[in-house]
């Protein structure tokens, strides 16, 4: 059998054990990782309007004034905006707190700054201070741009090679459930009433605090714990953990060629992780960063979530009364919430590149229709207000079932250990300056084009299509390293791809030295080795 076949055959021993195990750290670390991302953007809408008069009646009893709309507005737009901004700052702590701290820890400390965000969205009320949901929102959007950062990168590192793409899709399907839920917890009926808006903005230490208890009681990345750690035997404890109680031999090799190929372990000393900028200056990387920045930039630029800003207006002139808009709202979630679902059991099948490429397209040619829909619709066209409906739930769906969740995916996947929180740190900055620059320019651009609005999204699903589709080859069940062999040769860069000496596949190297003799790299056990036809000691495993 080959080592392909082998590795696949070990990787699929044992399903109940390792699927239970893995299901609940991915629960785990989901509830308060990605899934405080989505319910962090869907719970700040409900309560606008209080909010908005909270920041009047604040002002008018510290200054005896009122202030104007436009001056209100500018207010609640620091409110919204201070999410994105303590984003761009947790994508760039989540680097060093991903190789300092560990996967694991980080997002357990992470929570730290959305505690004491939800005790400071509580006493603004009573402290008269509408500063202080502007300090708060700043606190969760660094707890944001923290957990979308690393947890990606802790499912990328801890799942077998046939799971890697649904274990780290599953990023996104918290996500869209995060977005689903609250909308939900934001109805009037529940905590979306003026009288509990400060208790919705604060629900969200509840996932926290479920984190805190149960994350502590699952493994470690063991890609972690092998290359940036040096601890071969917490990285076999956290592998068997997560494997059902069995470590894949092969599985272990591959894991030691990847140390290899960002620097190996030398007498003992862990190999230095990079940095944003000399994974800027490595040409041997400039593919793979160039395809990671244009993907997570087009995931914020492409529209999505100003079409959630849009779709109260197009529910109200299909007629939907006002009072009822909020249930249809949660449609646009569930939408996202299933659309990832079904992406997620996917992935393995139809591939990463495709799903990307084809979101992208979709939502290109629902921009198309969208636009004409609006422009009819102007001009007193029947029907066209359902149409555009139509088209909020299909440009959703498209959304759902590509961008949304690869785009996580890439960094842990085309990236060697050493470069991979680098690389979630420039993928995550991109992310959230993208997502803050729509969020300021999208009314404006409401205001300049009108029916036309949604034609810039356009050329940026276009765009991302045809570049992703140039340029992305597919990592569907591949190593590292033939990734970066499929790299060099779509984009014209053929190169001789050697595996490294030490801990190759088919060469002496034996499993049992690492857990029974972590001093001795390369002695063998005669009794497990043979040669090979021409004259190599191979293993043969027992």
């Known amino acids: 059998m080959s080592s392909t076949g082998k590795k696949d055959a070990e990787e699929r021993s044992n ?25 962090n953007i869907s719970i700040i809408n409900a309560p606008t309007i209080y909010i908005q008069n909270f920041i009047n009646d604040t002002y008018m009893e510290r200054w005896k004034t009122v202030l104007d709309t436009p001056e209100v507005t500018l207010v609640w737009t620091l409110i919204v905006s201070a999410f994105s901004l303590g984003g761009l700052l947790g994508a760039l702590l989540a680097g060093p707190m991903a190789v300092r701290f560990g996967r694991k820890a980080s997002l357990l400390l992470n929570n730290s700054f959305l505690l004491v965000g939800a005790v400071v969205v509580l006493t603004c009320k009573v402290a008269k201070s509408f500063e202080m949901i502007i300090l708060a929102r700043f606190l969760v959007g660094i707890n944001s741009g923290v957990s979308m950062n690393i947890q ?8 077998p090679k046939h799971l890697r793409g649904a274990v780290a899709f599953s990023s996104a399907v918290f996500t869209a459930f995060g977005i689903f839920f609250g909308q939900v917890v934001g109805l009037t009926e529940l905590l979306g009433s003026e009288p509990l808006w400060p208790y919705l903005l604060a629900s969200n230490a509840l996932p926290a605090l479920i984190q805190l208890a149960t994350l502590p009681w699952f493994p470690e990345s063991p890609r972690y714990l092998l290359i940036d750690r040096g ?16 470590v894949p031999p092969l599985e272990m090799e591959e894991m030691l060629q990847e140390q290899q190929m960002s620097a190996a372990l030398k007498s003992g000393s862990s190999a230095p992780a990079k940095t944003p900028w000399s994974l800027f200056k490595d040409r041997d990387l400039r593919f793979q960063l160039r395809t990671v920045m244009t993907a997570s930039s087009a995931m914020m630029l492409c529209g999505n979530d100003s079409i959630y800003f849009y779709a109260s207006y197009i529910f109200m002139e299909a007629g939907i009364p006002p009072e009822k808009i909020q249930y249809i709202t949660i449609g646009t979630g569930a939408s996202e919430f299933t659309a990832s679902i079904l992406s997620n059991l996917m992935i393995e099948w139809v591939g990463r590149r495709y799903l990307l490429i084809g979101g992208y397209s979709l939502m290109a040619c629902w921009s198309v229709v969208f636009t004409i829909a609006l422009t009819l619709q102007s001009q007193g066209v029947a029907g066209m207000a359902y149409l555009s409906m139509a088209c909020v739930f299909a440009y ?30 420039v993928a995550g900055s991109l992310m959230w300056i993208s997502l803050f620059l729509v969020g300021m320019l999208f009314p404006f651009i409401v205001n300049g084009l009108g029916n036309y609005c949604f034609l810039p999204f356009l050329v940026v699903c276009l765009v991302s299509a045809v570049v992703l589709g140039l340029t992305m080859p597919e990592t569907k069940g591949k190593t590292l390293a033939q990734i970066t062999a499929e790299f060099d040769r779509k984009n014209g860069r053929v190169m001789q791809v050697e595996e490294p000496e030490q801990y190759q596949l088919g060469k002496a190297s034996s499993f ?3 857990t029974d003799n972590p001093e001795s790299d390369h002695k063998t056990d005669p009794k497990t080795s043979r040669k090979s036809t021409n004259g190599t000691e191979v293993l043969g495993y027992i």
């Open 396 to 425: 959703i769906l498209s959304f759902g079932l590509g961008p949304a969740g690869v785009t996580g995916i890439l960094p842990a996947e085309i990236f060697d250990h050493t470069a991979r929180p680098a690389a979630y740190m």
């Open 152 to 159: 990606p990168m802790y499912f990328g590192e801890s799942a």
């Open 512 to 514: 049992t030295t690492l």
């Open 15 to 39: 399903p109940a054990g390792s699927a239970r195990t893995l299901s609940l750290t991915v629960c785990s670390a989901a509830i308060g990782g990605t899934f405080q991302y989505g319910y």
């Open 231 to 246: 601890d071969r035997e917490a990285c076999v404890h956290a592998l068997g953990r997560l494997r059902g109680g069995q």
